[in-house]
């Protein structure tokens, strides 16, 4: 079975511009969970979405949106991107009521 | 506020030999533990998970135990090799009935070393 697929693997933003990053879960697996990893936060939490609907947010500012769609993929979108936003955005795909969370590869987003 | 610590940055063993990690929380309310190993550029891999209601969980190499009453938890891995060496993460999460919460909080993570 194919884990969590993340695209891009790596991408390089200016201040102000807007990103979008997607994620594929895990066949079956219809929760997505998004988080933000940097060396100073650790792994923070941003938002969690199951059939479409957002069912949990982290304590993020507005700047950080997201979306599920019908087939149970995800994407994240930031606007106006700071600096601070630098950071290794990881996606996790788990069952609906499973308390295990699988992690993709990341996006590597490094804002200039 | 952490609510949940990972005191040791880091950690040395030699190969063949026990390594502990350890894991502190706060928050009574989290009923369920995951440790995740990462190498870096990758995303975190699960490697073993506990329920509140159990205080031991063993798949193969490593055993998770699991100290409601002092809230630590500690991942034992038996033999070390040198492969295991990676940061590793603990996590809470906590269901309250019938409630939909599935965050994972985490702590900093260990740099764990498995000396050859």
């Known amino acids: 079975k194919a884990g969590v697929t993340q695209t891009p693997r790596y991408l390089i933003k200016t201040r102000g511009q807007q990103v979008t990053l997607s994620c594929s879960p895990i066949?079956?697996?219809?929760?997505v969970s998004w988080y933000q990893q940097t060396p100073g936060q650790g792994l923070q939490f941003l938002f969690e979405?199951?059939?479409?609907?957002?069912?949990n947010k982290g304590n993020f500012p507005g700047r950080f949106s997201g979306r599920q769609f019908s087939n149970s993929r995800s994407e994240m979108n930031v606007s106006t991107l700071e600096l601070g936003d630098s950071a290794l955005y990881l996606c996790?795909?788990?069952?609906?009521?499973?308390?295990?969370?699988?992690f993709g590869p990341g996006t590597r987003l490094l804002v200039l | 506020d952490q609510q949940v610590k990972q005191n040791s940055p880091s950690l040395s063993v030699q190969e063949g030999r026990i390594s502990i990690l350890n894991c502190d929380y706060t928050n009574s309310m989290f009923d369920y533990f995951l440790w995740y190993k990462k190498y870096p550029a990758e995303g975190p891999t699960f490697l073993i998970s506990i329920s509140s209601i159990k205080d031991k969980n063993e798949d193969g190499r490593f055993t998770v135990f699991l100290n409601k009453s002092a809230k630590h938890l500690s991942l034992h891995i038996v033999p070390s090799q040198p492969g295991d060496s990676a940061v590793y993460f603990c996590?809470?999460?906590?269901?309250?009935?019938?409630?939909?919460?599935?965050?994972?909080?985490f702590g900093k993570g260990t740099l764990l070393t498995v000396n050859p």
């Open positions: 066949s079956g697996h219809r929760s």
């Open positions: 996590a809470a999460s906590y269901r309250r009935s019938g409630g939909s919460n599935y965050k994972l909080t």
């Open positions: 996790a795909s788990f069952y609906g009521t499973s308390e295990t969370q699988y």
């Open positions: 979405y199951f059939s479409e609907t957002q069912r």
